[in-house]
DNA sequence: CATTTTGACGCT
DNA sequence: AGCGTCAA
């Protein structure tokens, strides 16, 4: 499958927040509603507004004081408040009903926020051509083409219309994949709205930029489909801040490098040109973006990689105790704990770095690491604390800190899969349950997007094998998407592959959308300080994951002693030793690279 | 005083 | 590991 006819499908919800309080609560339903957080301070801070308040000009981040001065029937629902910190966990729970609509109906979903999923559609597209369908303006009633504002809907009508039927009949553009893309995200959005109360917005195009880009077109409760052939015209109207990644700094730089306005006002420079100033990726990624290519995959991650909790202290609000310090880490080390706990009853894992975030008065953030042995509150508390008094420049008797902390943030990372006991012997007995196979393969494709490094052993051939050892029903479909998706990687590497020939004179800003071609060309040496070599295997290993690394060893070791005293058990020891190894094995591997 | 609280990812 | 950027 070529790269460039992928259908790729960007679903917003809209102003989430505030339709998981008007869930709740209907009677709001069509009135103009925010979500605030702290309302003492000057009604809190919205961090949500619905499309009826944003037409009295009210706007995510202002003040809910602010929003009833311009609406005076203004509602706020208010975010719940659990020990004085802003609690986000229903509208957490309300995202994951939206995405059990998602993972339910299509195998390639990516979760790139709490309200918003990018879709690969390619291979439903592909299914759903053999059905030949015919489709009429009926089956596409919210949907809209970016590049035509229509003000009414018989304008809507007309011009989708015609480019409907042009599609049917000819599709010398190649946009009647797109067509039946924006079919299923019709039929979704109409799934996900029965199914959980919610309306969002879509995206659907060739890649994840103007899928996201275009679901801005058309907002909210509507859908609007990016053809190839109206990227110039309507990438010449684009401000360069509105493209996905150049929002910030990065975007900035652009306009004042190349004195442009819209990001289609860079079609007028070389490839060449666009390297030497932005250096030979930044400027490739986006040489090829103007033109409507954009190669990032849609990921199939469901899970999160960490899980945090952190809160502000400003101004007069600061902390400047011992005792105000320990009390707030207290807070949040309950609320990481709390959903670490869920998390591990759900998915089988735990997390086993520690994370401590904190800015100073003198306007520093530091950030500290521990490893997490065991899940508790006391724990991650006394960890955070411990590191937080090492900033202190106080008399350690003193209740007194200083410098004042304005910020505080816990975070839970580094999840390892399957262990759920205390006993790191289960990790291994543990191996063949479902949900320990759907992990450990996802791992396998998070490995292979991420290393670069590795030599041979990690082939093609090498990581399907080892999927296939364990055979279980579910299994079968997360190794199609793993396949497909090593196909697509393949295909990239050769046709792209070309050889790395100066450093870019600029910080790389757009890293994120790392072509697989560069991936190719990412030097390993400069990480190579960080590798160490594990006494026992002799693999090079990072050094912050040695002491996991060490975990494993001993695991082995018990495993081998029980092997030796269960002599007894035959065929079915056998089998399982073999998948033992196995397992053993991939451990070593993903170790290796993380 | 005071857009907060999350998350992901890249660079070194 | 620790810092920085970007986004919602």
Not at 332 to 361: G, M, Q, S, Y
Not at 366 to 394: G, H, M, V, W
Request: proline share 2%; charged share 30%; aromatic share 8%.
């Amino acid at each position: 499958m070529n790269i460039d006819h992928r259908v790729i499908a960007l679903i917003d919800m809209d102003c989430f927040y505030v339709q998981v309080e008007q869930r709740l609560q209907p009677e709001f339903l069509g009135k103009p509603c925010g979500v605030s957080q702290y309302y003492t301070w000057k009604g809190g801070g919205l961090i949500a507004v619905n499309y009826e308040a944003r037409d009295f000009g009210v706007k995510r981040g202002m003040r809910g004081e602010q929003a009833k001065e311009l609406c005076p029937d203004f509602h706020i629902f208010h975010v719940q408040e659990v020990n004085g910190k802003a609690n986000l966990n229903r509208y957490r729970d309300a995202s994951a009903d939206v995405f059990r609509v998602l993972n339910a109906n299509f195998k390639l979903v990516e979760k790139a926020s709490i309200d918003e999923a990018y879709i690969d559609l390619t291979e439903d597209v592909q299914k759903l051509k053999d059905k030949k369908l015919q489709l009429t303006i009926n089956d596409f009633s919210t949907t809209h083409l970016a590049g035509f504002t229509t003000k009414t809907e018989d304008e809507r009508i007309e011009i989708l219309n015609k480019w409907l039927n042009d599609c049917q009949l000819d599709d010398e553009k190649r946009n009647y994949d797109l067509l039946l893309g924006a079919y299923l995200i019709e039929q979704i959005r109409k799934k996900i709205k029965d199914q959980t109360g919610f309306f969002c917005s879509a995206g659907i195009a060739r890649n994840k930029i103007l899928a996201k880009l275009c679901c801005g077109f058309n907002k909210p409760k509507k859908q609007t489909i990016f053809t190839q052939s109206d990227i110039d015209h309507i990438f010449d109207k684009t401000p360069v801040q509105k493209i996905q990644g150049l929002g910030g700094k990065a975007g900035e730089r652009v306009v004042e490098l190349f004195q442009v306005e819209y990001i289609g006002q860079l079609r007028k420079y070389s490839l060449d040109m666009l390297q030497t100033s932005m250096g030979e990726k930044d400027g490739c990624w986006l040489f090829n973006l103007i033109r409507g290519i954009e190669t990032t995959p849609v990921s199939n991650r469901n899970l999160y990689k960490s899980i945090s909790a952190s809160k502000n202290f400003p101004g007069k609000t600061c902390l400047d105790t011992i005792d105000k310090i320990r009390t707030w880490c207290y807070n949040l080390a309950e609320d990481v704990f709390n959903r670490l706990e869920k998390d591990r009853a759900e998915n089988k894992r735990r997390a086993k770095l520690l994370t401590v975030i904190c800015t100073l008065a003198t306007n520093e953030t530091i950030t500290r690491s521990c490893p997490i042995n065991e899940y508790s509150i006391d724990r991650f508390a006394n960890d955070t604390l411990r590191i937080l008094k090492q900033y202190n420049k106080n008399s350690l008797t003193s209740n007194i800190y200083t410098p004042v902390i304005h910020h505080i943030g816990i975070s839970a990372g580094k999840f390892l899969d399957n262990i759920n006991t205390k006993s790191i012997a289960d990790l291994f007995s543990k191996q063949t349950t479902k949900i320990e196979t759907i992990t450990s393969t996802e791992n396998i494709i998070n490995c292979q997007e991420e290393e670069e490094e590795e030599e041979d052993n990690n082939t093609e051939e090498n990581i399907l094998e080892k999927p296939t050892t364990t055979t279980l029903p579910i299994q079968g479909d997360f190794f199609r998407k793993f396949q497909k998706f090593d196909e697509q990687t393949k295909i990239q590497l050769k046709s792209e592959n070309k050889t790395t020939t100066s450093s870019s004179s600029i910080t790389s800003f757009f890293s994120r959308y790392t072509s697989n071609e560069n991936i190719l060309n990412c030097s390993p040496n400069k990480i190579d300080d960080h590798y160490i070599t594990c006494s026992k295997c002799h693999k090079s290993i990072l050094i912050w994951n040695m002491p996991e690394h060490e975990d494993f060893h001993y695991a082995h070791e018990l495993q081998i002693e029980e092997n030796k005293t269960n002599s007894i058990i035959k065929s079915s020891k056998t089998i399982k030793r073999k998948n033992t190894n196995q397992t053993l094995d991939s451990f070593i591997n993903k170790k290796s690279k993380m």
